[in-house]
């Protein structure tokens, strides 16, 4: 009896390891995504835990320390989602993309206040110094311009690209609208940057599936695909957004500040 109890409890619990499905994301891009205290927190990472957990799986969100890594991770299988990256031709060769993004991002220029930043084209931006955070994607179009004029320095986090700026090391960051905002809110930094009248672009933040992952299925990317789009035709995105938005601007500011890296 006491063998077939233990047989029993064996049997129930492989369901629930099998269906673990590991996530990971942008560490430093809030109210969407951001890491904290050991873990994963924002709109995107709720987003992505009600889906699975409506299909039955157990989201397990594993926090990398720099979103250059979570990508490395994703691309090679050994994390199964990937939140909240662009869709760029080089992604989609490692990640699976849904047809729909769950949230449209613009990407604005921002300075120290009273700064203006004029241009044409992307490689006019090269007579002046621009920053962003490393392996963000600006959209293809930038993108390739930022490699073949080489318009950016990259940084770790959005704090060291603020004081960059703040000190006139920097003419220019590059950065999501809604992150940066949420980022100099947090650090009552508000009213010390001009945010520019060009914008860089305007693009979809996507949950991605990778192309290594055991969960790259016809079925199981239909149906979790499938969830977020419904979660979000209930504007549950919305919803999320301003709940991590408060939670975030709540959190202590240590983690911000003082500035350190660069």
Known sequence: MKLLFILATYLISIPSFCNEVKVSAHPDYPPITWESGGTLKGAAVELTKMALSNLGYKPVFTPVGTWGRAQVEVKHGRIDIL???YK??????????????????RTIILTKKGRVIKFEKFEDL??????????????????????KHKLLKRFSKT????????????DYLIAGHNAVQAIIAKLSLEGQFTIQEQSIAETGMYT???????????????????????LVMEKR?????????IEYTRETKRDLWPWGDG
């Open 159 to 170: 704090r060291s690209c603020l004081e960059f700026l703040l000190k006139g090391r920097a």
């Open 208 to 230: 991605a599936i990778s192309k290594k992952s055991k969960y790259n299925t016809k079925k199981f990317r239909d149906s979790f695909f499938k969830e977020i789009e419904k």
């Open 88 to 105: 760029t031709p080089e992604r989609e060769k490692w990640f699976v993309y849904p047809d729909k993004p769950f949230l449209i991002d």
């Open 126 to 147: 090269k007579k002046y110094e621009g920053i962003a955070i490393a392996n963000d994607s600006f959209g293809h179009e930038f993108d390739q311009a930022d490699k």
């Open 83 to 85: 939140l909240p990256p």
């Open 237 to 245: 995105h919305e919803l999320e957004s301003k709940k991590a938005l």
